[in-house]
């Protein structure tokens, strides 16, 4: 019975991985499938389901989140620095060093240009890591994304395919910051019945945002699965190596400062977290109303399917070792 208990347990730290690469595979093995409903392309929804669970995030924030800038500044500011100076750069890297061009290249710059993925939050949640911090965290990367995205995009993505900055900036708006501030005043105008039932609220968006990643992906993996075919591996190498670095990166960096800055292993963990974990919905809906490209959509696919999994299975990890102090911690 042990055995059966500790099997289930492992399986439910894995539910999130496990059901992200279902959803691919099965969209991979069957395009026709989710090619369109009732003769509504699929790839067209991707846009409002990613409002959606922009929609429901804003649901579940308060003034207490952005009061926790003040409170870990160094925290933040690390993970937002790192999101978005060092992530875009390896994205840009990694598309020379494999041979991409035009808007698959551009694709994979996109991935690391854009904020924290929501996923990180629930990563954050079973890896013990500090949930608040990370909500914090990617609440800053997500709003400050329509000025930063769009300027890593012109700067980096350039030599690759033109980028309409302004038209990227307005998408971002549209698809991110509106929805977050609808869902931020519902919260305000409800916020006795949120608190009333908010562990109730927060599994109903946990769920929310698993479905909604995974029609996302399913959406986007159906149109490009001819080019995933003639370029997977690399695509995949490059997933698996952007998103490495963003672990270690954030990791390590925040261990290394911590005599000066007091973050410990709880804020290494969400760091790295938040800093691996890209909002590749946020990429895929940019790719297909900015770029107007399923193939520059195709890398944030592949490194939302990957990104997804190492999180389930480094949340796994982590979850079975209490946070280790540091020198500035209490012990």
């Not at 700067?155 to 998408?171: H, N, R, S």
């Not at 990791?251 to 800055?261: D, E």
Request: glycine share 10%; aromatic share 8%.
């Amino acid at each position: 019975m042990g055995i059966i208990r500790g099997t289930f347990a492992a399986v439910r730290r894995q539910a999130f991985g496990i059901a992200v690469l279902a959803s691919a595979a099965v969209a991979f093995a069957f395009p026709s499938a989710f090619d369109e409903w009732g003769g509504v392309k699929l790839v067209s929804l991707v846009v409002p389901a990613i409002q959606i669970i922009m929609f429901g995030m804003g649901t579940t924030l308060s003034v207490d989140d952005f009061l926790r800038v003040a409170k870990r500044p160094w925290a933040v500011a690390t993970g937002v620095a790192l999101q978005f100076l060092v992530m875009p750069l390896v994205g840009f890297l990694l598309a020379k060093s494999f041979g991409f061009s035009g808007e698959l290249a551009a694709g994979c710059v996109l991935v690391g240009s854009v904020a924290g993925g929501t996923a990180s939050n629930v990563i954050a949640f079973l890896a013990k890591a500090d949930v608040a911090l990370s909500v914090t965290m990617t609440c800053c990367s997500t709003l400050l994304s329509p000025f930063l995205t769009p300027v890593a995009m012109k700067v980096l993505a350039g030599c690759f395919v033109e980028i309409d900055a302004a038209k990227m900036m307005v998408e971002i708006l549209k698809v991110v910051i509106v929805p977050i501030l609808a869902g931020g005043i519902v919260h305000r105008l409800l916020r006795r019945q949120f608190d009333a039932h908010k562990a109730a609220c927060d599994r109903a968006l946990s769920i929310l945002s698993m479905t909604g990643i995974c029609f996302t992906l399913m959406a986007l993996t159906a149109p490009s699965r001819s080019t995933f075919a003639s370029a997977g591996v690399a695509i995949v190498a490059a997933a698996v190596i952007h998103n490495t670095i963003g672990y270690l990166v954030g990791y390590w960096l925040t261990r290394l400062s911590a005599r000066f800055t007091r973050m410990g292993e709880v804020e290494a963990r969400t760091v790295a977290i938040e800093v691996g974990l890209q909002n590749g919905g946020m990429a895929g809906a940019l790719a297909i109303g900015v770029l107007g490209s399923p193939v520059a959509a195709l890398p944030a696919n592949v490194f939302s399917i990957w990104m997804d999994f190492s999180g389930s299975v480094l949340a796994g990890f982590w979850s079975r070792r209490t946070p280790r102090p540091s020198g500035n911690d209490p012990a």
